[in-house]
């Protein structure tokens, strides 16, 4: 039965409510995040459908809807200063449709020229000189204030420092990274574990607001600009400006023409359409602006965007096809991508065969399975991505679709932490793409920074059994690597002084290089920080790991876990005998002795008869730590430190409550025993 409420329901009013926060929560994505989870083409069809609506409901009227503002990448704590822009920083009007086109060309003036340029896919910035002088670089924020990323700006070679005629102008336009430096950029962050970028103006985004102008001048960005501002400005019309900033060396694109009418404006689309695909850097559209200025501001502006200017976007391309089969990867961290094989296709000039599927709940989503026909789409991302099912009423079934229940690679059981999207292979020590992973992530420049042991070198010493484990690198020969056809005796020389001098990164680079899920560069930093040696970070509880700032539940049980496993200490006491370096340089010289801290907190039962030292030294050794000596095996056993001969019942209960067994040798190492052992 209805109620009175449903009946006056109107669920377009709820959808007004609801695109508003869809869309303020991509904005944030894509702004502030630089991780957008919608295509740029349904982010706009949504926001266009938002527009409508509004207009249906003028009672629904809220100047804070995202129709009203252009999205914002100001950060609370983004450590640049906020600047309040001259002049707002407005955003364009933009559709997919050449009809639109059409229709915005007819209503102006008659004799208006255009001034036809390419839509960069980048990030505004706002250059301001005075008296010559590069004096703030601002980003657009949320259009009346951005933040001042001067520093950043100056490591960008083609954007000048200083003008020779001394002029005070503003001069706006985009900030890129050119495909082959994201390319490389996101190659770097695989080796490393990073999140990837998912398009070259995602990483423009964070690379511009990153706190280290350093790394900003490694990644290569580069500009285009298209806009000047200003009072007294040079020429009555925006080509003549855009030429006379080229001579006073800014980077004006050459792609930029005055047209007159329809169809030299719809040669110019068509010719960009096919020719962008050339360039070095990405382009999502055509921006038209009406050439003349005395006609742009009798135009004026809406809220959000000029009346004078109009981006036409260029769609993605899209083709159908049959998703044949279904396959499984694994990832270097364990976690299994559903991959499409599919017909090939012809895509934006190459072929696709194959895209990802994410994960098992996007398939569902979809309501896709093998033999379906799929569409799929190559847009801003590099990546080919199935979009929908093409949908046959006739023969709609839903998704009999079942996920794999076993690693591929290595047959181990899947895992699916609660929250989490994926599926995962939880064998880390064993499962071969993770080991090589970890490997691969050990040597990698911002953890071991080992030259020479590059991804294919592994994968190479892999498969001919030589390494096992990140530990299996210290015990690598001369003899090992010059038998290999493709290494020789000087790469051989070369990657031993490479593994010889990682013996001397420090403690903290160590830990994030030992891959704990989720301990990324900054985390290692902070933990190695307040645990300065492997000894006393493996006996870590959960309350004084999550008492680090950046440490989550997430993280401590995953460091917790690290430890616990008996293959993972094998691993770490392997690194020690090596002579990797595994505390910090004062706790290195100063602290280690045979008293410590070591075992604050720990409860140890001793069981079994020992080589170095008697039980009872054993005991005195566990008091002088911190630690607690108890005759019996319960679940407050931090751990058994076990001897030869160990009792059967103790061992028994040991493993019932997955208590870790430490031998004589791990146990005087993790005390940093000093003396005859
Ligand atoms: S003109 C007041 N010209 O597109 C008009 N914008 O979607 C200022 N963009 O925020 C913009 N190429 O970041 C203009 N040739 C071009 C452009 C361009 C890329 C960007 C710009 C703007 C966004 C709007």
Request: glycine residues 10%; hydrophobic residues 30%; contains cysteine.
């Given at each position: 039965m209805m109620d009175l409420f449903s009946e006056i329901e109107n669920p377009e009013r709820d959808e007004i409510i609801a695109l508003r926060k869809e869309l303020e929560e991509q904005n944030y994505k894509y702004y502030v995040l630089n991780a957008p989870t919608m295509s740029d083409r349904e982010f706009d069809e949504k926001m266009r459908r938002l527009q409508d609506l509004e207009k249906r409901y003028p009672d629904m009227d809220d100047p804070k809807s995202p129709t009203k503002h252009v999205g914002s990448d100001l950060t609370k704590k983004s450590g640049f200063a906020t600047i309040t822009h001259r002049y707002p920083m407005l955003s364009l009007a933009n559709t997919y449709s050449r009809e639109e086109v059409v229709d915005w060309l007819n209503k102006l003036p008659a004799d208006a020229e255009i001034c036809c340029e390419l839509k960069y896919d980048g990030l505004s910035i706002s250059l301001w000189y005075e008296d010559g002088q590069l004096t703030h670089a601002?980003?657009?924020?949320?259009?009346?204030?951005?933040?001042?990323v001067i520093d950043n700006i100056k490591t960008i070679a083609n954007i000048p420092w200083t003008i020779d005629n001394k002029a005070s102008i503003e001069l706006r336009g985009e900030i890129l990274l050119p495909w082959a430096n994201f390319e490389k950029l996101n190659k770097e962050r695989e080796a490393q574990e990073e999140p990837l970028f998912a398009n070259p103006r995602n990483a423009a985004s964070g690379t511009l607001k990153l706190q280290d102008p350093r790394e900003v001048a490694r990644r290569g960005l580069t500009s285009y600009l298209y806009y000047m501002l200003g009072d007294n400005l040079p020429e009555d019309n925006h080509f003549d400006r855009l030429q006379a900033a080229k001579r006073w060396g800014f980077p004006i694109s050459d792609a930029v023409r005055v047209c007159h009418g329809i169809d030299e404006v719809m040669a110019f689309i068509n010719y960009w359409d096919v020719e962008r695909k050339n360039l070095p850097v990405a382009t999502d559209g055509i921006v038209l602006k009406v050439n003349n200025i005395a006609q742009q501001t009798e135009l004026g502006y809406t809220a959000k965007t000029p009346r004078w200017a109009i981006a036409y976007k260029f769609a993605a391309?899209?083709?159908?096809?049959?998703?044949?089969?279904?396959?499984?990867?694994?990832?270097?961290?364990?976690?299994?991508?559903?991959?499409?094989?599919?017909?090939?296709?012809?895509?934006?000039?190459?072929?696709?065969?194959?895209?990802?599927?994410?994960?098992?709940?996007?398939?569902?989503?979809?309501?896709?399975?093998?033999?379906?026909?799929?569409?799929?789409?190559?847009?801003?991302?590099?990546?080919?991505?199935?979009?929908?099912?093409?949908?046959?009423?006739?023969?709609?079934?839903?998704?009999?679709?079942?996920?794999?229940?076993?690693?591929?690679?290595?047959?181990?059981?899947?895992?699916?932490?609660?929250?989490?999207?994926?599926?995962?292979?939880?064998?880390?020590?064993?499962?071969?793409?993770?080991?090589?992973?970890?490997?691969?992530?050990?040597?990698?420049?911002?953890?071991?920074?080992?030259?020479?042991?590059?991804?294919?070198?592994i994968d190479l010493l892999f498969e001919q059994n030589l390494l096992h484990s990140i530990a299996d690198i210290y015990h690598l020969t001369h003899e090992d690597l010059a038998k290999q056809e493709r290494l020789g005796n000087k790469s051989a020389d070369n990657i031993l002084a490479g593994i010889e001098k990682s013996k001397t990164v420090p403690w903290h680079r160590v830990l994030f290089a030992l891959g704990i899920r989720m301990v990324g560069e900054t985390t290692a930093k902070k933990i190695a920080r307040v645990f300065p040696s492997i000894d006393q970070l493996q006996w870590a509880t959960k309350e004084q790991l999550t008492a680090i700032e950046d440490v989550g539940d997430q993280i401590a049980e995953n460091i917790i876990a690290y430890f616990n496993d008996i293959r993972n200490l094998d691993i770490v006491r392997q690194l020690q005998e090596a002579g990797v370096t595994l505390a910090s340089e004062s706790e290195n010289s100063g602290t280690a002795g045979n008293s410590g801290s070591q075992l604050v907190g720990k409860t140890i039962v001793i069981s079994g008869t020992f080589e170095h030292h008697s039980r009872e030294e054993y005991k005195e050794m566990i008091e002088a730590h911190g630690g607690k000596n108890s005759g019996s095996v319960s679940s407050k056993t931090s751990f058994i430190l076990a001897g030869e001969n160990m009792g059967p019942e103790k061992r028994k209960k040991a493993e019932q409550l997955g208590i870790a067994l430490v031998s004589e040798d791990e146990f005087l190492q993790m005390i940093n025993y000093v003396g005859e052992s």
């Open positions: 601002v980003t657009r924020g949320d259009g009346t204030r951005g933040d001042d391309e899209r083709q159908q096809t049959t998703l044949r089969k279904i396959t499984y990867q694994v990832g270097r961290t364990g976690v299994i991508t559903p991959v499409a094989n599919l017909d090939p296709i012809q895509l934006s000039g190459t072929v696709v065969q194959r895209a990802t599927l994410h994960n098992e709940d996007f398939i569902r989503q979809l309501g896709i399975e093998e033999g379906d026909q799929v569409w799929v789409e190559k847009g801003g991302e590099i990546i080919p991505k199935i979009v929908a099912k093409v949908t046959n009423s006739l023969n709609s079934k839903l998704s009999t679709l079942n996920f794999i229940k076993t690693c591929p690679e290595c047959g181990t059981p899947l895992v699916r932490v609660e929250g989490e999207a994926a599926w995962r292979c939880p064998n880390d020590i064993t499962c071969p793409p993770q080991i090589k992973g970890k490997m691969e992530h050990f040597v990698s420049r911002k953890a071991m920074n080992i030259d020479g042991l590059g991804e294919e070198t």
